[in-house]
Each structure stands twice: as structure tokens, then as C-alpha cells.
Nanobody
Framework: QVQLVESGGGLVQPGGSLRLSCAAS????????MGWYRQTPGKERELVAT???????SFADSVKGRFTISTNNAKNTLYLQMNGLKPEDTAVYYC???????????WGQGTQVTVSS
């Protein structure tokens, strides 16, 4: 079992920056891929960025060049650095870990990001 807790969301003006964190805890686990997703009311959850245990990253086209995903060495903290924020980035952001054991995916509770002047 893996528990994920996001933090770092808030209100920011257009063009500003935020750094989201996701702290993972639980019994020993081996992670395959970690990611950030976001969701707005009435829409499906969408992929923002992923990073594999080997360090390969991928990004949604809408955030390429503005967002960066990274982890600490222990891979128990996941980050999303968001620069050049736009109003359309407003959403609840969720982190996700997929572990090797059973390829099970875990989700955090989400953190609200609001980009507005």
C-alpha cells in the first residue's frame, strides 16, 4: 500500500510559478512510473507529465517548455515545477505512482491550482 500526499497548490497570477510536491509513504515498494494529472469540473482527468524509474520524462503538449517533473533520489517525493502559468492551467492536480507489484496505481487526494489575476 502506498499513500500519496500532494502539497504546494494555491492561487497565482498568470505568468507566475508554483512547485507541487507529492510525498509517497508506505511499505517498501518499487516504482515503475510516476506522474501528474489534472482535472477540471466536468472534464476527464488528463495527463500532465510522467517520469519513469529510469528518469525518462514526457509532457502534455500544453505544458511542454513550461513544466518540469522530477523526483528525489529515493523516489519517494515527486515534484512538478510549473512556470509561465496560464489561466487554463487552473485545475485540481493529482500525483500518481504505479508500482511493480501487480502494476497497481495509487493516487493522491489532489491539490488545487488556480491561475487568475
Amino acid at each position: 500500500q502506498v499513500q500519496l500526499v500532494e502539497s504546494g497548490g494555491g492561487l497565482v497570477q498568470p505568468g507566475g510559478s508554483l512547485r507541487l510536491s507529492c510525498a509517497a509513504s508506505g511499505s517498501s515498494f518499487s516504482t515503475l512510473v510516476m506522474g501528474w494529472y489534472r482535472q477540471t469540473p466536468g472534464k476527464e482527468r488528463e495527463l500532465v507529465a510522467t517520469i519513469t524509474s529510469g528518469g525518462s520524462t514526457s509532457f502534455a503538449d500544453s505544458v511542454k517548455g513550461r513544466f518540469t517533473i522530477s523526483t528525489n533520489n529515493a523516489k519517494n517525493t515527486l515534484y512538478l515545477q510549473m512556470n509561465g502559468l496560464k489561466p487554463e492551467d487552473t485545475a485540481v492536480y493529482y500525483c500518481s505512482y504505479t508500482v511493480r507489484a501487480g502494476l497497481k496505481r495509487y493516487w493522491g487526494q489532489g491539490t488545487q491550482v488556480t491561475v487568475s489575476s
